[in-house]
């Protein structure tokens, strides 16, 4: 539970979100008028229609040659800058366009003081999906409940009072642009409207019922109930967007948002509000985490976020720890189901027409990061948006690969659009990223990984593997150094020059070609394809070389500056998310030198990936200062992370690594509790899941696991490492749907 004393006045700091999936709201809790920003994820300026014209990013005209000839300067200088090589593969974004606020919705309350006292509380129960504000005015006390259900696919409120006939309001929309109409006629306020820049058709509707009491539609678009018991609304918003190439459009929305507004309200309030509660529960209720928390009694949680590792004691600061965790888990829940956009930079929340970095899809880490916690921490179904959109970007990213690089396969670069974006940009440090579309298709093969359906491999996770490995096996060029394969031009995200064979680029190739390689014997695919990717993996400069000072290089020379503490620590990957590098081996301890060297600042999200990267080199004590550290300085009073700005990746990427502190299963190898740290003697977690189909629950005491409990979803050899084992691990025969319990 998160809970606050005073309304909020920041949008980005103080307001509190819900979401789900395609709507996104965050909630004031202001007296006098009550304000929902609201969002809708497909509305988005750009695309094919954009008055700025669209090309995808692809060239506009022809280069031959001009990939050859940045290559071959690599060859001969060994470096180039970011500058020089954007001037040669770069081009400036054109009807790139940005997310959307789809505006606000205020209720006005009259009569209301404008300034809270001691009976207000304003909060978000993100166990329950349920945004609540209390207040007492002339010995009545008042409430208000908003949710936003994806059964029903409505944002849904409720005003009330202890006393018949004492709730007064109107309700009325709002936007900062001007290219809507609103209408008022009975119940039922229609906002409906088109872009400006593309023509996109944008459609939400309110429908307003209330118990006792009068209703006016209003001139102005608004609507009235005065004197009611209770007030209740539904809201459903849609576009006329569709993530199909190239037009990317579909049916007007009218429609489907009349549709769902009118059966939300037959279906009635309390029935919508079961379904939803049903719907988050069965999400959120997996898993749970103890460890020693206890909130202080009348502590709102931003006072807990500012005395963090002060005198409220470590109760007080397990207590803020477990609430973050599990607030990761709530956002992806509340900004990533079926049959939406995957969760952007912002999640599905944005109250501007000028977001940062357009509230996009950046792909050098930001969209890949916003999903790992997603199958270890138990909510693998809010990963169907991200599928869906990987799938939808190979289409205009086979485009880009024929047209760029005269290859196979598909490619994305450093950042996307709802509108198939798979080109350049003219941003020095931030437009050249073709590894992208390799990472990408990491999350599909660890679904496959965790869940073992091998009819998603063969349907969803495989074929886009393939695709990408396809187009790495026409592009990776024989390195005159050393006769080794590589990537090149390649270049460390936003760090740094140009050279071939980077770390990173290296590192991400070799995953996504052991994975194709894994997933193409598993599904049986040609023995030619196989044996290809077997001798490109043989001949692969697999990105790891210890540099002078022990470190793990970021590029193939060896360049790296001990004093360097950019935030970036790209060259890593291999350690995480990837699996190349095993704890205790020459290559850990030199990614272990990189890390400290980089140190513990940067901003959220940096922050975020170093939890991870410590517990994966088994120190839990210093993944555990890297969570204090984003709490500290990199978390915001809502509990938002921010880059600076508000960044949703942070968070998500928290909730991975507390789970990585507690399970890891990325060897093969189930791991209880490979990185505990000392601050967490005693606990328990339960539901998460390891890779090969097991969800556990782990009780320790002690710095040492007490018991284990294993659920079984797969049939097959299992080996679970602990010290609660002579030892030190046990295999046995797991069975589909049996529970083993170690003691």
């Known amino acids: 539970m998160l809970w606050y004393g005073t309304p909020a006045a920041d949008w980005e700091r103080e307001a509190l979100p819900i979401g789900n999936g395609a709507l996104g709201a965050m909630v004031f809790g202001t007296l006098a008028s009550e304000r929902l920003q609201f969002n809708e994820k497909t509305l988005w300026t750009g695309g094919p229609g954009s008055r700025e014209g669209y090309d995808f990013g692809n060239w506009r005209a022809p280069r031959p040659g001009a990939l050859d000839a940045v290559r071959e300067e690599l060859d001969e200088k060994g470096r180039l800058d970011p500058d020089t090589v954007a001037a040669k593969l770069g081009q400036p974004r054109r009807g790139y366009g940005a997310h ?43 409430h208000r409940e908003f949710f936003a259900s994806y059964p029903d696919g409505v944002m849904v409120g409720r005003l009330f009072a202890d006393r018949a006939g004492q709730v007064t309001c109107t309700l009325r929309y709002a936007s900062p642009r001007a290219d809507f109409t609103a209408k008022a006629d009975g119940d039922r306020i229609t906002v409906r409207g088109e872009l400006a ?23 102005d678009g ?13 809201l459903a918003a849609g576009t006329d967007h569709a993530d199909t190439h190239p037009d990317y459009r579909g049916e007007d929305p009218h429609a489907a948002v009349t549709g769902a507004v009118d059966k939300a309200v037959a279906t009635g309030h309390g029935k919508l509000r079961a379904r939803h509660l049903r719907d988050h529960r069965d999400l959120f209720g997996r898993v749970a985490l103890d460890i020693g928390q206890a909130l202080p009694a009348d502590v709102p949680t931003d006072r807990l976020l500012k005395e963090y590792g002060g005198p409220s004691g470590a109760a007080a600061d397990r207590a803020l720890e477990a609430l973050f965790f599990q607030y990761g888990r709530y956002l992806l829940i509340a900004s990533s189901r079926a049959g939406s956009l995957p969760a952007n930079l912002q999640g599905v929340w944005n109250n501007s027409t000028t977001p940062p970095w357009s509230a996009d899809y950046h792909t050098n880490i930001n969209l890949q990061m916003n999903y790992w916690l997603a199958e270890a921490a138990n909510l693998p179904e809010t990963t169907a948006p991200y599928d869906r959109f990987v799938e939808a970007l190979r289409a205009p990213g086979r485009r880009t690969a024929k047209e760029m690089f005269g290859s196979r396969g598909w490619v994305v670069h450093n950042e996307t659009n709802p509108y198939g974006f798979t080109g350049v940009h003219d ?8 590894e992208a579309a390799a990472w990408l298709t990491a999350q599909l093969y660890e ?13 969803t996770a495989y074929p886009a593997m393939k695709e990408a490995a396809e187009f790495w096996l026409d592009n990776l060029r024989t390195d005159p150094r050393d006769g080794t394969l590589v990537v090149t031009p390649s270049y460390s995200p936003e760090h740094g020059d140009f050279t071939a064979g980077g770390a990173m680029a290296q590192q991400i190739v070799h995953d996504l070609l052991t994975n194709t390689l894994e997933a193409a014997r598993v599904l049986g695919d040609s023995p030619s394809f196989r044996a290809e990717l077997a001798k490109t993996l043989d001949g692969l400069d697999p990105g790891l070389r210890i540099g002078s000072w022990g470190q793990l290089q970021e590029w193939k020379a060896d360049a790296d500056d001990q004093a360097d503490d950019h935030r970036h620590v790209s060259h890593l990957y291999a350690l995480h998310p990837g699996r190349q590098i095993e704890p205790g081996s020459t290559w850990a301890e030199a990614a272990k030198v990189s890390l400290r060297a980089r140190g513990d600042g940067g901003t959220g999200w940096s922050k975020a990936w170093k939890i991870n990267f410590w517990a994966r080199l088994r120190d839990g004590d210093h993944a555990h200062k890297m969570l204090g550290e984003q709490l500290k300085s990199s978390t915001l009073p809502n509990l938002w992370d921010t880059h600076p700005p508000f960044q949703i990746d942070g968070n998500f990427g928290a909730t991975s690594g507390v789970v990585e502190m507690l399970l890891q299963s990325q060897h093969d190898v189930i791991e209880i509790l490979p990185a505990l740290p000392a601050s967490w003697p005693a606990g328990t977690v339960r539901g998460l899941r390891a890779r090969g189909g097991a969800t556990l629950d782990i009780t320790w005491a002690g710095g040492r696991a007490t018991h284990i409990a294993l659920r079984a979803s797969r049939t097959r050899e299992l080996t679970v490492r602990s010290d609660l084992f002579s030892g030190g691990a046990k295999t046995f025969k797991a069975r589909a749907g049996q529970r083993y319990e170690f003691h």
């Open 427 to 434: 941003w020095s440090t931030a437009f050249w990223f073709p």
């Open 100 to 142: 959307q606020t789809f505006g606000d919705l205020h209720i006005d309350v009259p009569g209301t003081p404008a300034a809270s006292d001691a009976s207000y509380r304003r909060a978000l129960d993100i166990g329950q999906g349920l945004a609540t504000v209390t207040y007492r005015r002339e010995q009545v006390r008042h």
């Open 447 to 459: 679904h496959y990984r965790f869940g073992g359906s091998t009819d998603y491999l063969r349907a």
């Open 222 to 234: 608004s609507v009235t109930v005065t004197g009611a018991d209770h007030v209740w609304f539904v």
């Open 197 to 219: 820049d593309n023509g996109l058709k944008f459609e939400a509707q309110l429908r307003i019922s209330h118990q006792g009491g009068t209703r006016v539609a209003n001139g």
